[in-house]
């Protein structure tokens, strides 16, 4: 194995992984920075999206349709997998989480909630889905001729998409959180939620909406992966989240720079990782990661001071 | 304009605010007096709609809105300058403004660009650093950007809450000055204060909490007279 | 410390007699396989108490210790490297050994808070879940997922436990020596220490304790126990297996310790009960047994996340400082964190 040749192309996929644990990330951090606390359950959320991907693609194969080509197929995957899952999300908030929030409980109460809703979800799809993975037949949809030549890599037409999805949509909330008003009120409510309030913000909406969008965003990377890796479990949220949130975690939960940053880091790193050593013990890198930043920079990459014996 | 009458509001077991009755009418400079502790800030807060009371009532126009969420009470035309700025570090001094202006998101552009011109012009100092993140202005500058904050809203009433706090003699002067400046620009203003000699400096009328409940209540000039004599029980808790 | 209310005596009682009638009058020996179990489970569940309930530190991965505690029996008694210490002689060595892991584990995650400290210690079982799975190679460490077995039954001049029977009444007596372990180190010094730390660890440490060496004994002496739990596993299961210690069972611990009532004893040893005997009564619906344990967490949670028999002293919910209005949506976080 020449560790060089295949390099140009583990870099290409370590980017496009880490686009989409940029992705996934977002909803992690964008949770996090208006309510101070980790949806567990978020795994799932992109785990349902993955789900509701397949079961579009799956719809659209099935009906023999000729024509099909991603540049209509993948958007049209998208659209219901981010309805769904942004709707998911504002039913978990307004039902395992409001009211503990709103109750000013300890940290321990929403996540536990969360866990809860993390065990109900994996085990509500695998009764009602079945317990054997799914699988997204891309290559129908993408054949595998088509591949690109980039910086000396062939890399296929799909992994382009997925950077170029997941970028466009990071791109988008960036855009969202920074110029418009509804962004400000996000970012207003998560720095100071009684000012906010005070301002005229209604801060149960915006907090429903932040849920809607980081779910959303969520449900987008499970189609992006169920896309790439083809096969989709009830599972898949567990590993793919305590990723995602290492990635937001690393570029310094609730900076939204910073969970983009994060994922694309974590992408790359994992993916020369596994070139360089055991693919068995991958996931032992992000809990790596995950542990190291948490012990020696708990602030993320991009993240403030946070202040000594602050009140959880 | 503003009438709390017989208002009682409790932090879990405890009864803060005991008694609170005071009123604001259109085109004043009211101020409320006390020392720490005395209830001050929560007196805010429940006019806000921040805090609930447990009784009394508070009308707004002759509204009442002590039973409405804050985002309704303030869409009526309430601003508020807090207590230690609170203004959004991590957003620009533009970005805070436009904030202030939240509740006015139905209002024509022109009206908002006329807004951000009469803060500007209040304060020239935010225009030179409308770019800037309001975490890293001065204290003086921060208390500037709060009350511009707040004058985004084109509140009717606006409620300052400690606003010569941790802020040199001298801006403190200034602060007043605006305080005094957007009062004759038509805003109705209720200053809470622990500075009692400069707050009655601007007021026309004042009333003295102590302990939750309103102990004094008379023309800013006979409070200033007395005041001699109230110094010490001003000054003390 | 308060003693149990009126009828928490009586359901005190009642779980005695029950534990140590039940095997003797039991309709089969499978049966009293489930009370072995809850003995077991019991046990676990006040090791992760003392972590959880007393010192407030929020270990999501003590499922790990388990483990640990369980392989290193394996290593110490069984052919895989042909060591055969006797059942008593191993098990102190195995709680001195997981203490030491315990200390290991929490050292990183001191200056952590609330959801961090979570975090880390589910990466750490992770981690060691991992390590479990894979160590059969380039050496042969722990047997890799086919994990270790013909592990030696515990034995004691001569007797050897070979039935549900005896080994429900040895984890019995590991219970009995633990709870009264549990009430000693609550109503001591460190149990002090602890509950400070819990409350508030700023005012604690401005009081003067220790909180690095208060947290430290916490993980310490909550891994040992859980080192003893994972000797009677594999001595009992006669194996271990990798897939012993997944997340999902430190989760099952933490429904235990928080289902009864967090720092309430008695509301532990309830948790692991119902939560080990419940899914035996409902076996026809083990499908749907995970279902309705994340379902049990998020009601337990919003309707009453003291437990069941409310744990003493800890307030799940604190007393709300304001009466907030609806449209506020809990306290405002503190501003300028990462």
Redesign the interface.
């Given at each position: 194995m020449d560790v060089l040749q295949i390099l140009p192309q583990q870099l290409v996929f370590g980017l496009a992984l880490g686009t989409v644990y940029g992705l996934i990330a977002l909803g992690y951090t964008m949770v996090y920075g208006i309510l101070f606390m980790i949806n567990f359950a978020h795994g799932e959320i992109f785990m349902i999206g993955a789900y509701v991907g397949w079961w579009v693609l799956t719809a659209l194969l099935n009906a023999k349709l000729t024509g099909l080509h991603p540049v209509w197929v993948v958007p049209v995957m998208l659209v219901p997998a981010m309805l769904f899952a942004g709707l998911l999300g504002v039913c978990l908030e307004r039902f395992a989480y409001r009211p503990l929030y709103l109750r000013g409980a300890t940290r321990l109460g929403p996540l536990i909630s969360a866990i809860g809703a993390s065990i109900f979800l994996q085990n509500a799809v695998m009764l009602t889905q079945g317990a054997r993975m799914k699988v997204y037949m891309t290559s129908l949809l993408f054949p595998r001729t088509w591949r690109v030549q980039v910086a000396g890599a062939s890399v296929s037409a799909l992994v382009l998409v997925m950077i170029g999805v997941a970028g466009l949509m990071m791109w988008g909330l960036h855009l969202l959180v920074q110029r418009t008003t509804l962004g400000r009120s996000i970012r207003a409510v998560a720095e100071d939620r009684e000012m906010a309030a005070i301002m005229g913000v209604n801060v149960r909406r915006v907090i429903a909406v932040t849920f809607f969008l980081g779910s959303a965003l969520g449900g987008a990377g499970g189609v992006l992966v169920g896309l790439y890796y083809t096969q989709i479990d009830f599972f898949m949220g567990y590993s793919a989240g305590l990723k995602a949130f290492t990635a937001a975690v690393l570029g310094g939960i609730g900076n939204i720079r910073g969970a983009m940053l994060g994922g694309l880091i974590l992408g790359l790193v994992e993916s020369l990782a596994v070139t360089f050593m055991n693919p068995a013990y991958k996931d032992v890198v992000a809990f790596a990661v995950l542990i190291l930043t948490l012990v020696f920079k708990p602030t993320g990459l991009l993240g403030e001071t946070v202040a000594e014996g602050e009140k959880v | 304009m503003l009438k709390l009458t017989d208002v009682v509001t409790h932090y879990g077991p405890i009864r803060v605010l005991k008694s609170v009755t005071l009123e604001v009418r259109v085109g004043e400079i009211v101020c409320l007096l006390g020392g720490n502790a005395s209830g001050k800030s929560t007196t805010m807060k429940t006019i806000l709609g921040v805090v609930r009371p447990t009784a009394g009532r508070i009308e707004f126009e002759s509204q009442r809105i002590d039973r409405l969420p804050s985002e309704s009470i303030v869409r009526r035309g309430i601003a508020l300058v807090p207590e230690a700025r609170r203004i959004f570090g991590r957003m620009t001094v533009w970005e805070n403004l436009s904030m202030g202006a939240f509740t006015r998101q139905a209002a024509p552009p022109a009206e908002l660009a006329q807004d951000f011109e009469r803060v500007y012009a209040l304060f020239p100092r935010l225009e030179e650093r409308r770019q800037q993140l309001g975490g890293t202005l001065s204290g003086g500058e921060q208390q500037m950007l709060a009350i511009g904050r707040a004058l985004m809203a084109r509140p009717r009433l606006l409620l300052m809450d400690e606003p010569s706090m941790g802020l040199a003699p001298a801006l403190v002067d200034q602060v007043f000055d605006i305080i005094q400046t957007i009062n004759r620009q038509g805003t109705t203003v209720l200053v809470v204060e622990q500075n009692a000699a400069v707050a009655l400096g601007i007021a026309s009328r004042g009333y003295v909490l102590q302990n939750g409940r309103i102990v004094l209540h008379d023309t800013a000039a006979a409070l200033l007279a007395a005041d001699h004599i109230r110094r010490a029980y001003l000054g003390e808790d | 410390m308060t003693a149990p209310a009126g009828w928490q005596r009586w359901l005190a009682i009642v779980l005695g007699l029950a534990a140590l009638v039940g095997p003797l009058v039991a309709p089969s020996d499978y049966w009293i396989g489930v009370m072995a179990r809850i003995c077991l489970y019991a046990t676990l569940a006040l090791g992760l108490n003392i972590v959880v309930g007393f010192a407030g530190l929020?270990d999501?991965g003590y499922v790990a210790f388990f483990g640990i505690g369980s392989y290193l029996y394996a290593f110490l008694a069984s052919p895989h490297f042909g060591l055969h210490l006797p059942f008593f002689v191993a098990v102190p060595v195995i709680v001195v050994l997981t203490a030491f892991s315990g200390i290991l584990i929490g050292a990183?995650?001191l200056?952590?808070?609330?959801?961090?400290l979570?975090?880390?210690t589910?990466?750490?079982g992770?981690?060691t879940y991992?390590l479990l799975i894979?160590l059969d190679r380039p050496i042969n460490i722990t047997g890799g997922p086919s994990g270790i077995i013909r592990i030696d039954p515990p034995a004691l001049a001569g007797f050897v436990l070979t039935r549900n029977l005896e080994y429900h009444y040895l984890f019995l007596a590991a219970l009995a020596l633990t709870l009264v372990a549990s009430a000693r180190l609550r109503n001591s010094r460190i149990g002090w220490a602890w509950q400070a730390i819990r409350e508030d660890?700023?005012a604690a440490r401005a009081m003067g304790i220790n909180t690095t060496v208060a947290k430290l004994q916490a993980f310490a002496i909550g891994a040992s126990f859980a080192g003893i739990g994972g000797s009677f596993l594999a001595s009992w299961q006669h194996s271990v297996f990798p897939d012993n210690f997944l997340?999902?069972e430190s989760?099952n611990i933490?429904a235990m310790v928080?289902l009864g009532g967090m720092g309430n004893l008695l509301g532990v040893v309830l948790g692991a009960t119902l939560l080990v005997a419940l899914p035996e009564v409902f076996r026809d619906f083990q499908?749907?047994r995970?279902?309705v344990?994340?379902?049990?967490?998020?009601?337990?949670?919003?309707f009453r996340?003291q437990g069941l028999l409310a744990g003493e002293g800890r307030r799940?919910?604190?007393?709300?400082?304001?009466?907030?209005?609806?449209?506020?949506?809990?306290?405002?976080?503190?501003?300028?964190?990462?």
């Amino acid at each position: 194995m020449d560790v060089l040749q295949i390099l140009p192309q583990q870099l290409v996929f370590g980017l496009a992984l880490g686009t989409v644990y940029g992705l996934i990330a977002l909803g992690y951090t964008m949770v996090y920075g208006i309510l101070f606390m980790i949806n567990f359950a978020h795994g799932e959320i992109f785990m349902i999206g993955a789900y509701v991907g397949w079961w579009v693609l799956t719809a659209l194969l099935n009906a023999k349709l000729t024509g099909l080509h991603p540049v209509w197929v993948v958007p049209v995957m998208l659209v219901p997998a981010m309805l769904f899952a942004g709707l998911l999300g504002v039913c978990l908030e307004r039902f395992a989480y409001r009211p503990l929030y709103l109750r000013g409980a300890t940290r321990l109460g929403p996540l536990i909630s969360a866990i809860g809703a993390s065990i109900f979800l994996q085990n509500a799809v695998m009764l009602t889905q079945g317990a054997r993975m799914k699988v997204y037949m891309t290559s129908l949809l993408f054949p595998r001729t088509w591949r690109v030549q980039v910086a000396g890599a062939s890399v296929s037409a799909l992994v382009l998409v997925m950077i170029g999805v997941a970028g466009l949509m990071m791109w988008g909330l960036h855009l969202l959180v920074q110029r418009t008003t509804l962004g400000r009120s996000i970012r207003a409510v998560a720095e100071d939620r009684e000012m906010a309030a005070i301002m005229g913000v209604n801060v149960r909406r915006v907090i429903a909406v932040t849920f809607f969008l980081g779910s959303a965003l969520g449900g987008a990377g499970g189609v992006l992966v169920g896309l790439y890796y083809t096969q989709i479990d009830f599972f898949m949220g567990y590993s793919a989240g305590l990723k995602a949130f290492t990635a937001a975690v690393l570029g310094g939960i609730g900076n939204i720079r910073g969970a983009m940053l994060g994922g694309l880091i974590l992408g790359l790193v994992e993916s020369l990782a596994v070139t360089f050593m055991n693919p068995a013990y991958k996931d032992v890198v992000a809990f790596a990661v995950l542990i190291l930043t948490l012990v020696f920079k708990p602030t993320g990459l991009l993240g403030e001071t946070v202040a000594e014996g602050e009140k959880v | 304009m503003l009438k709390l009458t017989d208002v009682v509001t409790h932090y879990g077991p405890i009864r803060v605010l005991k008694s609170v009755t005071l009123e604001v009418r259109v085109g004043e400079i009211v101020c409320l007096l006390g020392g720490n502790a005395s209830g001050k800030s929560t007196t805010m807060k429940t006019i806000l709609g921040v805090v609930r009371p447990t009784a009394g009532r508070i009308e707004f126009e002759s509204q009442r809105i002590d039973r409405l969420p804050s985002e309704s009470i303030v869409r009526r035309g309430i601003a508020l300058v807090p207590e230690a700025r609170r203004i959004f570090g991590r957003m620009t001094v533009w970005e805070n403004l436009s904030m202030g202006a939240f509740t006015r998101q139905a209002a024509p552009p022109a009206e908002l660009a006329q807004d951000f011109e009469r803060v500007y012009a209040l304060f020239p100092r935010l225009e030179e650093r409308r770019q800037q993140l309001g975490g890293t202005l001065s204290g003086g500058e921060q208390q500037m950007l709060a009350i511009g904050r707040a004058l985004m809203a084109r509140p009717r009433l606006l409620l300052m809450d400690e606003p010569s706090m941790g802020l040199a003699p001298a801006l403190v002067d200034q602060v007043f000055d605006i305080i005094q400046t957007i009062n004759r620009q038509g805003t109705t203003v209720l200053v809470v204060e622990q500075n009692a000699a400069v707050a009655l400096g601007i007021a026309s009328r004042g009333y003295v909490l102590q302990n939750g409940r309103i102990v004094l209540h008379d023309t800013a000039a006979a409070l200033l007279a007395a005041d001699h004599i109230r110094r010490a029980y001003l000054g003390e808790d | 410390m308060t003693a149990p209310a009126g009828w928490q005596r009586w359901l005190a009682i009642v779980l005695g007699l029950a534990a140590l009638v039940g095997p003797l009058v039991a309709p089969s020996d499978y049966w009293i396989g489930v009370m072995a179990r809850i003995c077991l489970y019991a046990t676990l569940a006040l090791g992760l108490n003392i972590v959880v309930g007393f010192a407030g530190l929020l270990d999501l991965g003590y499922v790990a210790f388990f483990g640990i505690g369980s392989y290193l029996y394996a290593f110490l008694a069984s052919p895989h490297f042909g060591l055969h210490l006797p059942f008593f002689v191993a098990v102190p060595v195995i709680v001195v050994l997981t203490a030491f892991s315990g200390i290991l584990i929490g050292a990183p995650t001191l200056r952590l808070r609330g959801d961090y400290l979570a975090i880390v210690t589910l990466g750490f079982g992770e981690i060691t879940y991992l390590l479990l799975i894979n160590l059969d190679r380039p050496i042969n460490i722990t047997g890799g997922p086919s994990g270790i077995i013909r592990i030696d039954p515990p034995a004691l001049a001569g007797f050897v436990l070979t039935r549900n029977l005896e080994y429900h009444y040895l984890f019995l007596a590991a219970l009995a020596l633990t709870l009264v372990a549990s009430a000693r180190l609550r109503n001591s010094r460190i149990g002090w220490a602890w509950q400070a730390i819990r409350e508030d660890e700023l005012a604690a440490r401005a009081m003067g304790i220790n909180t690095t060496v208060a947290k430290l004994q916490a993980f310490a002496i909550g891994a040992s126990f859980a080192g003893i739990g994972g000797s009677f596993l594999a001595s009992w299961q006669h194996s271990v297996f990798p897939d012993n210690f997944l997340f999902t069972e430190s989760i099952n611990i933490l429904a235990m310790v928080i289902l009864g009532g967090m720092g309430n004893l008695l509301g532990v040893v309830l948790g692991a009960t119902l939560l080990v005997a419940l899914p035996e009564v409902f076996r026809d619906f083990q499908v749907y047994r995970l279902l309705v344990f994340g379902l049990m967490l998020m009601v337990l949670m919003v309707f009453r996340p003291q437990g069941l028999l409310a744990g003493e002293g800890r307030r799940e919910e604190e007393p709300e400082p304001t009466p907030l209005v609806e449209s506020e949506a809990g306290p405002g976080a503190p501003a300028g964190s990462g």
